[in-house]
């Protein structure tokens, strides 16, 4: 409510007080959580103080002045029961496979982000498969780094692409090292989060605008949606299904043999959990200045939603429908916005999550292989080479090259152009950081928030003229 009205946007920034710029208003909780623990806040808080966003399943009322909130909580639905491997295969596609259609927008041709892993690769297949039922045509895109390949995945791209009958619309991302722009237009004013790769996937919208599409799809939030390995024994023993416990136990065993059962994260993560709960003594975070630890003294909602309690693994329950995954869409959608399009993910779908939640965690890994189920479900619906193929392309050579050319870039930015994340995290831990040779992950994740936070801080302090 202002002055007895309600104000309503799709952007926080809209709703700030008149001649008041970000960092007047900016939530210092919100900023501390962020750079402090490096974990986006709980659903519903914004980087402006004061100013919130409806959480997922929230409804919001105005009627004769007055205000009602109500909130739906996530159905997680009757429980399924025993079923077939193949048909809960079956109902993993037919699910993904409305997901995917629905997120094909009304007309002309459709963009995908394509890598060579087993999420963007079956989301490209399945809505291949529906546009040419429809007579309206797939623009795959994506880069190639043929100066890292570790981190290229051309040849699996193009394959897939080729497969599929597509033309595929890639370019060299070689000289768009991370660090190498330091612009404001890097970020998302209404949040202060550098990706480190957003050159490659600016291109990406670019090339999916000039091919007429306004939808692309994408398959980021496809890795959150497997079980991960430490579940594959708590999953049945929770849910009471012994018989499904001694099966997962004897394929372990017969996977890795006795000798190196130990070293599996399904047998690991109970005793680390065991550990957790002894340990007395909290994680140390020497980055951080006195006025951080006030701020994360707040209270924060670990919990949400509450309903993953009625889950019988609520800690996986707030993976799937907590801040991890109710946070960040809207934001990316500022960037595609940029060249006209839309950006959609058939993996956030609520059908999607529900059936994973009913689902066996052994669903996932089987047999050596990770994301079991949809391996099964492409059988004969892409290239067997790509189909059983392990997870390539990760971009950390890519990051590592980028960081290490860059660093001049980073330190002028954080130590000439703004130096406000000081109040966060202390200068003597970045400084040293960044002489470092090899840093070690959490100093460059702290870095990498940290620039983040300074380009936020230089858009708002300085905000582009709005064009008339």
Known sequence: MRNQRLALSTRASELLPENQAGPAQENRHFIARLLGTNKVPEPGVTVFEGVNELR????????????SLERSPFDFGEPIGRLSTHDWMQRFSE???????TSLGARGPVASMLSGGLDSGPMTVMASDRLNQLNRSLVPTSWFLKAYPEADESRPIRRLAEYLGCELKSFSGDEMLPF??????MISPELPVYNSFRELVLSCYRLAAAAGAEVILNGHVGDRIYWPREYLLSDPWQRGDYRELFSTIGRIVRHTGLTRLWRDPAFRAPLGQLIRKIRTTPQSSPWLTDNTLKYLDSNDDPDWPPEATDYHLP??????????????????NDFANRFGIERRDPFKSEALIRLML?????????????????????KGRMPERLRLKPRTGLLGSFYDAGFNQHRDNIHDLLFNRNRAWQHY??????????????????AKLVINMCV?????REYWENPPTPEI
């Open 56 to 67: 997922p399943g929230e409804t919001l009322t105005w009627k004769d002045g007055v205000i």
């Open 95 to 101: 699910t993904l496979e409305y997901s995917v259609a």
């Open 180 to 185: 190498r722009n330091l612009s404001p237009e």
């Open 315 to 332: 800690a996986r329950a707030r993976e799937l429908l907590g801040a991890n995954m109710a946070f960040g869409l809207a934001h990316e």
């Open 358 to 378: 009913q689902m066996p965690a052994s669903l996932s890994h089987r047999y050596g292989y990770p994301k079991w189920v949809m391996r099964e479900a492409m």
């Open 425 to 442: 995290v202390k200068s003597e831990f970045i400084e040293q950081a960044l002489k470092e040779t090899n840093p070690s992950k959490q």
């Open 452 to 456: 983040g936070y300074a380009l936020w």
